[in-house]
């Protein structure tokens, strides 16, 4: 019964990821930027169908600071991509990503929100973050999910930024799970409110 079930769960997931459009690749992705009265902060981020983006837009207008997406330069889109890309995160395969790396030294906080694939942040995302230095940086984990992200697996990504000098202020899990985009982003907002009260001090 656990079998079938996780079947169903499975081919719900792959229905429904396909349902919604991949992210076009552009080939100089640029960082948005904000008001340069505010503290130095930036949201990165990768987006697959689109709800990760609604997520981190929402993160950069509420903080009013720069924005960067990730962008995975293999095809991500259809019912092949979705199970290559579970495939690559259960083989913690690379991804060719742009930008490859970016420079951090003016940002005090750094958000990265990322997609869950197999209870997983994404390749691209975790492709981006084994290349950089997270030295005195505040950082905030933002995961986006159909359903959840194991708490072990969050752990494990906090050890990794904290092996680099990073601090992880906050982390958090936003469910899309038949939410729509005002949805998400209202319960975006209510998660990073105690970080806009503090960035307004």
């Known amino acids: 019964m656990k079998i079938i079930s996780a ?9 429904a990821g396909c349902q919604q459009a991949s992210s076009p690749v552009s080939e100089n992705p640029e960082v948005i930027h904000g008001s340069q009265n505010k503290s130095k902060a930036i949201v990165l981020y990768y987006s697959r169908t689109g709800s990760t983006r609604v997520v981190a837009k929402t993160i950069r207008e509420a903080l009013d600071c720069d924005l960067q997406e990730i962008k995975d330069l293999k095809d991500r889109s259809g019912i092949k991509g979705f199970w290559v ?4 995160v259960s083989d913690k395969v690379t991804a060719e990503i742009k930008p490859q790396t970016l420079d951090l030294d003016a940002y005090d906080l750094i958000v990265i929100c990322s997609p869950v694939w197999g209870m997983h942040f994404t390749p691209a995302i975790t492709t981006f973050m084994s290349s950089m230095d997270f030295k005195d940086k505040r950082i905030v984990l933002a995961a986006v999910a159909r359903m959840n992200m194991k708490a072990e697996n969050m752990e494990e990504l906090k050890k990794d930024i904290s ?3 990073g601090e992880v202020i906050k982390d958090f899990v936003i469910k899309t799970w038949f939410k729509s985009p005002e949805e998400i982003k209202e319960q975006t907002k209510q998660n990073i409110k105690d970080i806009t009260e503090l960035q307004s001090k």
């Open 7 to 15: 079947i169903l769960v499975s081919l719900f997931f792959v229905i």
């Open 85 to 88: 890309g579970m495939k690559d």
């Open 163 to 165: 092996s680099k000098g």
